[in-house]
């Protein structure tokens, strides 16, 4: 069974403030995916990396691949309120449609 | 260009009843996945369909649990004779083929049971 842990579980810092997020699997994973969800919303897609040592950056976030396909980080700069929600890292195993299966999840809170 | 909908939004059911979810993908989706949400948890995955054919149940449970995505209308998501802890989060997801475009998720279909 393939498992994903993200560390830190629980996040609460000030606005302005940087983190890191990790997902960290003994398995490989041929493509990973960040998604954030809001209280009574479903998970929104941030980005789906696919080539080991692979770094994507959207706006504040920098996303990167691990070289050996089996770890993740997501990274934000100067965190805003809006950043606050559910953040949950996906592994998937083919090139093609397949089940993702989802990390354990880190809640961030971002104050004023 | 509606993303994916799933309905109800919420739904009571009292242990014993069954309770049926419906997702439809967003349009040029083939591909249809669900899973299950608990208070504070990740994602859980049930199944995954494609039309007229399921290709992954593995996560399903063996029983009282049933899934289909027939040639025409919605996904429906089955569950008979509810018990309490079937109370979750239950979401939807489409994709086509690539799993490079990633996944569109519903907003969800939050089940109590009581």
């Known amino acids: 069974t393939q498992l994903l842990e993200q560390s830190p579980q629980f996040l609460s810092i000030q606005e302005g403030e940087n983190l890191t997020v990790y997902c960290n699997s003994s398995?490989?994973?041929?493509?990973l995916q960040w998604y954030r969800q809001e209280p009574g919303e479903g998970p929104v897609l941030l980005v789906t990396?696919?080539?080991?040592?692979e770094v994507k950056k959207l706006k504040r976030l920098t996303f990167q691949f691990g070289d050996a396909r089996k770890d993740s980080s997501l990274h934000i700069t100067a965190a805003q309120p809006g950043d606050t929600g559910l953040y949950l890292c996906?592994?998937?195993?083919?090139?093609?449609?397949?089940?993702?299966?989802f990390g354990t999840g880190t809640r961030l809170q971002v104050t004023l | 260009n509606a993303g994916v909908m799933q309905n109800p939004r919420h739904l009571v059911r009292r242990r014993g009843q069954e309770a049926r979810l419906r997702c439809s993908p967003m349009k040029g989706h083939s591909h249809v996945y669900w899973y299950r949400q608990l208070p504070e948890e990740g994602l859980k995955f049930m199944v995954y369909l494609q039309k007229e054919n399921i290709i992954d149940e593995s996560g399903m449970p063996k029983e009282r649990f049933s899934a289909e995505f027939p040639k025409e209308g919605p996904s429906i998501l089955r569950i008979q004779q509810v018990v309490r802890g079937d109370s979750a989060a239950y979401f939807c997801?489409?994709?086509?083929?690539?799993?490079?475009?990633?996944?569109?998720f519903g907003s969800g279909t939050r089940l109590t049971v009581v």
């Open positions: 398995s490989v994973f041929s493509s």
């Open positions: 990396v696919v080539t080991g040592g």
């Open positions: 997801a489409s994709s086509p083929p690539s799993v490079g475009y990633g996944y569109t």
């Open positions: 996906a592994g998937g195993n083919t090139g093609t449609a397949s089940k993702l299966t």
